[in-house]
């Protein structure tokens, strides 16, 4: 059974450091690794998506890498912002999605 | 884009009747769909697989006579909550698969409150 694990449960840092959202999952036998977004009450809004032979992606100030044989994903986040403030949460797709519980991020103004 | 849609985005209901969720793909055909809960604070829970033309995979622990799933076309799938109760309150989120990337495509999310 996959299991993945979100690390830290929660983050708050001030406005433009950098943040760094850990994930790991128990089985490396993926298609692929997603991270998301989740504001309070909403639903999920895709951020990055890696397939299982990619080692990164990246979009504007995001930049999620992959290792698939060591199960570890790390979304980068530059120069936070007040609005980056949500929920983040990774997902492992094998034969279904299995998602992390999420690191809450706060960044101050 | 693909976009999916949920209907309704919110609902309130009371204990013991029953409660129908839609899920569209508005821009592209999905064979396959999943339903998740969401309790507070907690992570998405995949409830069940919903393929089209066949009956839904569902969880262990998930009550199917309960949580009843129709995918009748490529565009939508409904959940339907039979019988609520209180402790079915939560939040109901779908995504449809794109076959080619498997990469999941999400829905808004259906608030539902059973009083």
């Known amino acids: 059974k996959q299991e993945v694990t979100q690390i830290p449960a929660a983050l708050s840092v001030p406005e433009g450091e950098n943040l760094v959202l850990n994930c790991s999952f128990t089985?490396?036998?993926?298609?692929?690794l997603q991270w998301f977004r989740q504001d309070p009450g909403k639903g999920l809004t895709s951020l990055l998506l890696?397939?299982?032979?990619?080692r990164e992606q990246t979009s504007g100030r995001l930049n999620a890498s992959l290792d698939k044989s060591s199960g570890r994903s790390t979304l980068y986040i530059a120069a936070s912002q007040p609005g980056d403030s949500a929920t983040y949460l990774c997902?492992?797709?094998?034969?279904?999605?299995?998602f992390g519980a999420g690191t809450t991020v706060t960044v101050r103004a | 884009g693909a976009v999916v849609s949920q209907h309704p985005s919110w609902v309130i209901c009371k204990s013991g009747t029953s409660v129908k969720i839609e899920c569209r793909s508005l821009?592209?055909?999905?064979?396959?769909m999943f339903w998740y809960r969401q309790f507070p604070k907690q992570s998405l829970m995949l409830m069940a697989t919903?393929?089209?033309?066949?009956?839904?995979?569902?969880e262990q622990g998930v009550e199917k006579d309960k949580f009843l799933i129709n995918h009748a076309s490529l565009t939508l799938s409904t959940l339907t909550v039979t019988s609520a109760h209180p402790e079915d309150s939560s939040f109901y989120i779908c995504?449809?698969?794109?076959?080619?990337?498997?990469?999941?495509?999400f829905g808004p999310g259906t608030r539902l409150t059973v009083t």
């Open positions: 995504s449809a698969e794109d076959r080619g990337s498997h990469e999941q495509y």
């Open positions: 089985d490396s036998a993926i298609y692929n």
């Open positions: 890696i397939q299982s032979s990619q």
């Open positions: 997902a492992v797709a094998d034969y279904k999605l299995s």
């Open positions: 821009d592209f055909q999905a064979t396959t």
């Open positions: 919903s393929n089209e033309g066949s009956k839904a995979t569902y």
